[in-house]
């Protein structure tokens, strides 16, 4: 499961999500280096669990949406028929 550092102080997040913790964590302390003098953020920050990058871009429905639409036009057009 991939990893994602997000900053909470800064309200920002990696650039890229991280199959391994200890990258995510190197995200971390780079960021913490880079805008926080190496400190902690006062409003936290962590790294989180985050699902895998969907595939396409998003503007076609994934599978199961598809099945279900395609059964309400079914059920539609079984209604108007009669």
Do not use: F
């Amino acid at each position: 499961m991939p990893y994602l550092y997000r900053c909470a102080q800064c309200r920002t997040e990696a650039p890229e999500r991280r199959d391994a913790k200890t990258e995510a964590e190197a995200d971390q302390q780079a960021h913490r280096d880079a805008a926080h003098g190496g400190h902690r953020p006062i409003d936290g920050d962590g790294i989180d669990h985050v699902h895998a990058a969907g595939r396409g871009d998003g503007w076609l429905p994934n599978g199961s949406c598809l099945a279900v639409l395609v059964l309400l036009a079914l059920v539609l057009s079984n209604c108007w028929g009669r």
